[in-house]
């Protein structure tokens, strides 16, 4: 079965570094989300691309995170520099589109540790 | 944003019915109620779906109250394997193409043996 694929599965880095996380959707899926995960929390979105381009990036805290997805097929979230907050699971999601829902499919993850 | 409201946690026993209920008062007609579970260190996975009426599938059932209000996520056999966080979601497209989500909080599910 295909799977949606992250990397690193886990990083630490010092604040005021830079990081960042790649991801690989299922082939065909031309949705793609970028999730934040604080532990004991839900996931929130951070960004949504539609192939190459940004649907959603209103919660994606601009000044330092940042998102592409320039062929439309994987992906790259980067943090610079990266905060003590920002300790957090990054979650990688892609979707097809069945009538007027989707069926969002993820991956497993990076955890980030921000020291 | 539509929300949904969850219990923080339930226990099962094992082999046993489960029926994870979900508030959403405010839930409007496009919005399809959806439901995902985590197991531990993993992200999300899907479970079922649906928007007026009972859906079915190899995983759960989910049973919808008739104004939409309300639903309800039954695992017919409680397994330990199935001990995990479970999330209603109302799923909506807007006019801009974004997918409005909110997980919450969802209900953290304990499997007794």
């Known amino acids: 079965e295909a799977e949606v694929a992250q990397s690193p599965r886990y990083k630490i880095t010092e604040k005021s570094q830079a990081v960042a996380f790649w991801c690989d959707p299922i082939s065909g899926h031309a949705t793609l989300y970028w999730y934040r995960q604080i532990l004991g929390q839900g996931p929130e979105l951070l960004v949504q691309f539609q192939d190459e381009s940004v649907v959603d990036d209103s919660q994606l805290p601009k000044d330092r995170f940042s998102a592409e997805r320039l062929k439309g097929v994987d992906s790259t979230l980067k943090i610079q520099p990266a905060e003590l907050g920002d300790s957090a699971m990054y979650l990688c999601?892609?979707?097809?589109?069945?009538?007027?829902?989707?069926?969002?499919?993820f991956g497993p993850g990076t955890r980030l540790t921000v020291l | 944003d539509a929300k949904t409201t969850q219990p923080n946690s339930m226990e099962s026993n094992e082999e046993e019915p489960v029926h994870l209920p979900c508030n959403h008062s405010t839930i409007s007609g496009t919005d399809y109620i959806h439901w995902y579970r985590q197991l531990p260190s993993q992200g999300p996975e899907y479970v079922i779906h649906g928007l007026t009426s009972n859906v079915n599938n190899r995983m759960a059932s989910l049973a919808i109250a008739e104004d939409r209000k309300s639903s309800t996520l039954i695992l017919h056999r409680a397994t330990l394997r199935d001990a995990a966080v479970y999330y209603c979601?109302?799923?909506?497209?807007?006019?801009?193409?974004?997918?409005?989500?909110?997980f919450g909080t969802g209900t953290r599910l304990t499997v007794i043996p």
């Open positions: 999601a892609s979707s097809w589109w069945t009538g007027d829902t989707d069926t969002q499919y």
């Open positions: 979601i109302l799923r909506r497209l807007d006019q801009t193409g974004a997918n409005n989500l909110f």
